[in-house]
T-cell receptor, first 115, second 113 residues
Framework: ETGVTQTPRHLVMGMTNKKSLKCEQHLGHNAMYWYKQSAKKPLELMFV???????ENNSVPSRFSPECPNSSHLFLHLHTLQPEDSALYLC??????????????FGPGTRLLVL | GNSVTQMEGPVTLSEEAFLTINCTYTATGYPSLFWYVQYPGEGLQLLLKATKADDKGSNKGFEATYRKETTSFHLEKGSVQVSDSAVYFCALITQGGSEKLVFGKGTKLTVNP
């Protein structure tokens, strides 16, 4: 248990569906992250929020839409996804974004399958 | 740009064998280095880290030493257990640059009884 929870753990959706992934951290951190983990590829950073403000968007397609209503919660809204978007989506948090000594703590991930 | 290169897996060992997983990096500035572990069906967990040259990170019998001269951070364990079967990721983050955590591709370790 890392203090970062994600729901749902598994999700199957069609290409026309709209769904949302939720991440919650109980660590008092101020920075939160979304990563994508695909088979045989390094983890890809998607978005970074620092004190609720988006500071990074790594050229992610607009069919992924993040939302950070407060420092403890992070959402990833999904719509009109493609089969190649099937992956494990990991949420992480850290105390701050700008200190390289800070550790990122990861949630268990949401396994997404797009049909 | 920053990058991490890990030895290709999978690695299969017998219980109590010695483990080394190689990791080298390229980075601007002075990175912090990390090893994360991902057990089957779970997210990533920090295993150990080192924030400056010659630091040794250690946890659960695993060790890695930050070698600036060889830009390496190899993971070692003297005697592996079946419960160590997982995927291991080497990662770095720099300050004053992109400040993003950059991961290697991961090395899958299977330990047989």
């Amino acid at each position: 248990e890392t203090g970062v929870t994600q729901t749902p753990r598994h999700l199957v959706m069609g290409m026309t569906n709209k769904k949302s992934l939720k991440c919650e951290q109980h660590l008092g951190h101020n920075a939160m992250y979304w990563y994508k983990q695909s088979a045989k590829k390094p983890l890809e950073l998607m978005f970074v929020y620092n004190f609720k403000e988006q500071t990074e968007n790594n050229s992610v397609p607009s069919r992924f839409s993040p939302e950070c209503p407060n420092s403890s919660h992070l959402f990833l809204h999904l719509h009109t996804l493609q089969p190649e978007d099937s992956a494990l989506y990991l949420c992480a948090s850290s105390l701050t974004f700008h200190d390289r000594r800070e550790t990122q703590y990861f949630g268990p991930g949401t396994r997404l399958l797009v049909l | 740009g920053n990058s991490v290169t890990q030895m290709e897996g999978p690695v299969t060992l017998s219980e109590e064998a010695f483990l080394t997983i190689n990791c080298t990096y390229t980075a601007t500035g002075y990175p912090s280095l990390f090893w994360y572990v991902q057990y089957p069906g779970e997210g990533l967990q920090l295993l150990l880290k080192a924030t400056k040259a010659d630091d040794k990170g250690s946890n659960k019998g695993f060790e890695a030493t930050y070698r600036k001269e060889t830009t390496s951070f190899h993971l070692e364990k003297g005697s592996v257990q079946v419960s160590d079967s997982a995927v291991y990721f080497c990662a770095l983050i720099t300050q004053g640059g992109s400040e993003k955590l950059v991961f290697g591709k991961g090395t899958k370790l299977t330990v047989n009884p």
